[in-house]
């Protein structure tokens, strides 16, 4: 593939101050190389402190580089306001990612207001049309997120990232938090959506096993490095790192 | 009776501000002493509300409305006060998922570690933390639980668990708040120690991996019931009942590569009344009008016990 990738890390380093007055530094992301295309999904496992959400804030732009180059489709990160409805993002908690005093249609589409897409009607009809997408009856747009089960709520969620056809989504544990049926609805309904829409993907999970399902590469971190980085049906045979086959071991 | 924990037709039902919800609709199990129990099931099947009945630990709101549930020939609902305590206290241990909220967060450790075993001196409390995986205990007993990881908390809640030497531990998912890759070892800290004390474990988990791994009976539980018990390696290589083939089918890690993952259409039922029929029909690839107008009882079938009608249909899939 010829094309720009959505989203682009060369030798990035990301470097935090630790508090206090020891004025020490963590390097939570060491040098890392990442691309991620146009309707691809990239995998990215490793255990809790390895630096994979600090590696996800890079990739959405909120934080800066201490060191080496992020790229979002080939050229630096530009303002906020021209990134506006270009990234999103789905968290573990689907509960703290909706206002529970809101139902759930204002939630979709507050993202579409703020980009200041179409009128309260059109927005509506989009509203209603990303239920439908995920897999919810249009009426859910009347509920609160409080009278919904888990999956439901993960669903909106997802809605509500996808409204304004975003150019890259991250999902960060997205799935972790539910049950393992429900699990695979949601692993199965992020899959059809990005065959229809196209968004690029960084999937963050210690869960190797729904990440090689999802996933058509995976890169393995380790203390802050990328430690391998393959196809994803590597994984289900014998990977090269020893970390990656202590993660393959856990799930078998 | 031999049984260490006996359950015989035992219903719990919640009192909400909506209405009667049943969570333990009829539910029939049995421990030996000396084994390992895995039971899995999705949230709302009723598991963590049978692990709490056995210490009587119910929130208020639970009433347990009939049947029966004895630990070592003891009916636990009928205990007085001091027999309550005393079946706490030297029969049962428990570790619950999130280790920092099941230790005080204002008390170091080591209080904590020496209370839970009576009052033991420091050596003793020191000897349980070291049992537990801990390397260094003294570090260990004058922290405070948020100076710990959560695999150390872990381990601190195991060796309060066991230090009175239970006869029964119950663990809810007790690995699920922690690193993938501390959970094989903290898993096998438990099951050691388990082991060392002849103590019976139950273990409440939706990981389906974990069960299989550690537990030699595996119980599946849907709808309040059990719907399936037997050997781990039968049930999961064979089972019966389509709600431990959609669980298994369900699960990602056990599809091929390019595999699709099935999961189970519709949503796990809310039950207001004992179930009149079988819970599960709605979601069943298999049901016939039978299941909805018979409510399945648990028979024998192939080495395990299962409530299904249709439960020999299910195993010729199976083998298919």
Redesign the interface.
């Known amino acids: 593939m010829s094309a720009t990738p959505v989203i682009s890390l060369q030798q990035a380093s990301l470097t935090y101050r630790k508090r206090g007055f020891s004025g020490g530094t963590l390097t939570a992301v060491k040098s890392v190389d990442l691309e991620i295309a146009a309707g691809e999904t990239l995998g990215l496992v490793g255990?809790?402190g390895s630096g994979k959400s600090s590696l996800g804030k890079l990739c959405l732009g909120l934080a800066k580089p201490s060191e080496g180059n992020v790229a979002f489709q080939g050229a630096p990160f530009p303002g906020r306001k021209a990134l506006l409805g270009k990234l999103s993002v789905v968290l573990q908690h689907p509960e703290w990612a909706l206002n529970p005093r809101l139902r759930c249609g204002p939630s979709v589409a507050e993202p579409l207001e703020i980009a200041k897409w179409g009128d309260a009607v059109k927005r509506s009809a989009r509203v209603a049309e990303l239920m439908g997408q995920v897999g919810l009856d249009p009426s859910f747009a009347e509920r609160y997120p409080g009278e919904l089960?888990?999956g439901q709520r993960q669903r909106v969620a997802i809605a509500r990232a996808l409204a304004t056809q975003p150019e890259f989504v991250l999902f960060d544990e997205a799935v972790s938090a539910l049950?393992?049926?429900?699990?695979?609805?949601i692993?199965?309904l992020i899959r059809s959506l990005q065959a229809e829409q196209g968004f690029a993907a960084l999937f963050i999970s210690?869960?190797?096993?729904?990440t090689?399902?999802l996933c058509n590469r995976i890169a393995v971190m380790y203390k802050g490095e990328i430690v391998e980085q393959a196809d994803?049906?590597r994984f289900?045979g014998q990977p090269d790192h020893p970390y990656s086959r202590?993660?393959l071991?856990?799930?078998? | 009776m031999s049984a260490l924990l006996h359950a015989k037709d035992l219903v719990v039902a919640y009192e909400t501000g909506r209405g009667r919800v049943q969570a333990l609709d009829s539910l029939n199990l049995t421990v030996e002493p000396g084994e390992t129990l895995a039971i899995v099931g999705?949230?709302g099947s009723g598991k963590s509300t049978l692990g709490l009945a056995v210490g009587r630990l119910l929130p208020a709101v639970a009433l347990k409305e009939s049947g029966s549930l004895t630990l070592q020939g003891q009916e636990v609902f009928a205990a007085a006060p001091d027999a309550l305590r005393r079946l706490r206290r030297d029969l049962l241990g428990f570790v619950f998922q999130n280790p920092m909220s099941a230790l005080d967060p204002t008390m170091r450790v080591g209080r904590q570690v020496s209370r839970a075993a009576g009052g033991c001196g420091t050596a003793e409390m020191q000897a349980l933390l070291v049992k537990a995986g801990l390397d260094e205990p003294e570090r260990v007993a004058a922290s405070y639980p948020h100076e710990l990881s959560g695999g150390m908390a872990q381990r601190v809640v195991i060796a309060m668990a066991i230090a009175r030497g239970p006869a029964l531990l119950i663990a809810d998912e007790p690995t699920a708040s922690l690193?993938?890759?501390i959970?094989?070892r903290v898993m096998k800290t438990l099951l050691d120690l388990q082991k060392d004390a002849g103590a019976s474990l139950i273990v409440l988990t939706?990981d389906?991996?974990l069960a299989a791994r550690s537990c030699q009976r595996l119980a599946v539980m849907y709808g309040g019931r059990v719907v399936e018990v037997g050997r781990s390696a039968t049930v999961l290589s064979r089972p019966a009942h389509p709600y431990t083939r959609?669980?298994l089918a369900?699960?990602?890690?056990n599809?091929?590569?390019?595999e699709?993952?099935?999961?189970?259409p519709g949503?796990p039922p809310l039950l207001r009344q004992r179930a009149p029929d079988c819970s599960f029909a709605p979601r069943c690839p298999f049901a016939e009008a039978r299941c909805t107008d018979l409510r399945p009882e648990a028979r024998e079938l192939d080495r395990r016990e299962v409530v299904c009608h249709l439960a020999e249909r299910v195993l010729v899939e199976a083998s298919r």
């Open positions: 255990e809790s089960s888990g049950d393992v049926s429900v699990q695979a609805q692993l199965n210690h869960d190797l096993a729904a090689r399902y994803a049906r289900y202590a993660l071991a856990a799930i078998s | 999705e949230s690193d993938v890759s959970r094989a939706h389906l991996h959609g669980l369900a699960a990602a890690g599809e091929a590569p390019g699709d993952l099935k999961p189970i949503l």
